[in-house]
């Protein structure tokens, strides 16, 4: 029973170029989350999506951050013209429906490391 | 919003000792309190999580503690082991429609020394 998969696990950018994240949710797991970690710090809470709807993105950038989980294929999320402040780790978690007993229990990946250098 | 406080920021005991993390929140309609450990280099893995409508959960050396009326939580690690330093982060949530949009505390560095 795999869990959560991201990749790639570590990935290096120049300034102004595009990033981009994958993850794929844990069997059975309906609802995919992307948290963004700073060096030392904990974990922020950035969007929020089931198959092919975005539930609620309040922590998400404004601007050249977007997220998708499309009805085939891994969620991504996609960083567009990055900047030195992107460089942090993005960690992606899944849960299953929560109608049902443990919906609340979320359960995350190991991880992407972005560096932009 | 949700705001998760959580102390201290690190904490040193001996092997066998026990440790204890503490958070509290301040969104009374919060109903759920994970805790996760996070090693180095790796993704947070819950440890154990409780719900509001229990006031205490154990699993073998692990055990979490819920007071509502204080908004307060904590972590209790007895017995503990050097593979137990990690950071450990609290956090809480409420169920809503559906969504369950984890606040973290901002971490407990643990260590413990043989």
Known sequence: NAGVMQNPRHLVRRRGQEARLRCSPMKGHSHVYWYRQLPEEGLKFMVYLQKENIIDESGMPKERFSAEFPKEGPSILRIQQVVRGDSAAYFCASSPDTTRQGGNTIYFGEGSWLTVV | ?114
């Not at chain 2, 593979?83 to 984890?102: M, N, P, R």
């Open chain 2, 1 to 114: 919003g949700e705001n998760v406080e959580q102390h201290p920021s690190t904490l040193s005991v001996q092997e066998g000792d026990s440790a204890v993390i503490k958070c509290t929140y301040s969104d009374s309609a919060s109903n759920y309190f994970p805790w996760y450990k996070q090693e180095l280099g790796k993704g947070p893995q819950l440890i154990i999580d409780i719900r509001s409508n229990v006031g205490e959960k154990k699993d073998q050396r692990i055990a979490v503690t819920l007071n509502k009326t204080a908004k307060h939580f904590s972590l209790h690690i007895t017995e503990t082991q050097p593979e137990d330093s990690a950071v450990y982060f609290c956090a809480a949530s409420k169920k809503g429609t559906g969504f369950q949009k984890l606040v973290f505390g901002t971490g407990t560095r643990l260590l413990v020394s043989p």
